[in-house]
Nanobody, 118 residues
């Protein structure tokens, strides 16, 4: 079992930055793929970024590539999402998720809200 708790959301002006954190409980954190997803009002939840292991190639949605960076600290059981050059269209509830390799994302946090004002 993995429990995930996100933090770091808030209100920021367009062009600004935020760093989201996701603290995971349980053992074997380093073996999990960790992802960030978001859901904007009235829209489906969408993939943002994924970290498979430290030093591995991260994956990003095209909409955030070059602006967002996912990273993880296995010693702290924490995954981060550094968000730079934020745009109003980045406004959403951001969710952290975890999965074992080869499976679907089955562990989810409660979400943290990000609002980007123009």
């Amino acid at each position: 079992q993995v429990q995930l708790v996100e933090s770091g959301g808030g209100l920021v002006q367009a062009g600004g930055s935020l760093r989201l954190s996701c603290a995971a409980s349980g053992r074997l954190f380093s073996s999990y793929y960790m992802g960030w997803f978001r859901q904007a009002p009235g829209k489906e939840r969408e993939f943002v970024a994924e970290s498979r292991w430290i030093g591995g190639t991260p994956y990003y949605a095209n909409s955030v590539k070059g602006r967002f960076t996912i990273s993880r600290d296995n010693a702290k059981n924490t995954v981060y999402l550094q968000m730079n050059s934020l745009k109003p269209e980045d406004t959403a509830v951001y969710y952290c998720a975890a999965k074992s390799p080869g499976s679907s994302y089955g562990y989810w946090g409660q979400g943290t809200r990000v609002t980007v004002s123009s």
